[in-house]
T-cell receptor, first 114, second 115 residues
């Protein structure tokens, strides 16, 4: 079975641009979470979606938004990119999104803002 | 708010030696605790988790961790490490009553196993 897949794996953007990152969860998983991992730090929670509705939001500015589609895939959008948005963006999927169910992580999208 | 402190940013150790990676969390009425491993250029993989019950939790790859409520700690141990254990290790905590499934991670500990 395919694991969590994220695309693209790497991309470079210029300050002020917009970016869309994509995530396909494991088949049957209905919850997707997004995390930002800045170099040298632990992942920081951005969003969680379950059954196409936002269930949780971290302490990130409104430039960050996400959505989940009927097939449970998800997009993370970041507007007006800043240099500080450079990071590894991780997507995790799970059956229900409850914390007592295992979250499976993708390999991430490495975003570099120049 | 919950927080996690990993007391060592880097832990060098020789192959076949024992290792302990330390993790402390801010106190709460109840918590769920996790250890994840991240190999270079990969995502996170769950090593083990504590939800309730026995305070000694066994995970994959020979790792185990002990939940100590009085010390608010959840240290990760392995009696004999291999070169292949070289990776970044993250401790994480979550509120059982949080519907959003949010995991709060520590800063990570880089385990370097030398021959």
């Amino acid at each position: 079975d395919a694991g969590v897949t994220q695309s693209p794996t790497h991309l470079i953007k210029t300050r002020g641009q917009h970016v869309t990152l994509r995530c396909s969860p494991i088949s049957g998983h209905k919850s997707v979470s997004w995390y930002q991992q800045v170099l040298g730090q632990g992942p920081q929670f951005i969003f969680q979606y379950y059954e196409k509705e936002e269930r949780g939001r971290g302490n990130f500015p409104d430039r960050f938004s996400a959505r989940q589609f009927p097939n449970y895939s998800s997009e993370l959008n970041v507007n007006a990119l800043l240099l500080g948005d450079s990071a590894l963006y991780l997507c995790a999927s799970s059956w229900t999104g409850a914390v007592n169910t295992e979250a499976f992580f993708g390999q991430g999208t490495r975003l570099t803002v120049v | 708010a919950q927080s996690v402190t990993q007391l060592d940013s880097q832990v060098p150790v020789f192959e076949e030696a024992p290792v302990e990676l330390r993790c402390n969390y801010s106190s709460s009425v109840s918590v769920y605790l996790f250890w994840y491993v991240q190999y270079p250029n990969q995502g996170l993989q769950l090593l083990l988790k504590y939800l309730s019950g026995s305070t000694l939790v066994k995970g994959i790859n020979g790792f185990e961790a002990e939940f100590n409520k009085s010390q608010t700690s959840f240290h990760l141990r392995k009696p004999s490490v291999h070169i292949s254990d070289t990776a970044e290790y993250f401790c994480a905590v979550s509120d059982p009553y949080n519907q959003g499934g949010k995991l709060i991670f520590g800063q990570g500990t880089e385990l370097s196993v030398k021959p």
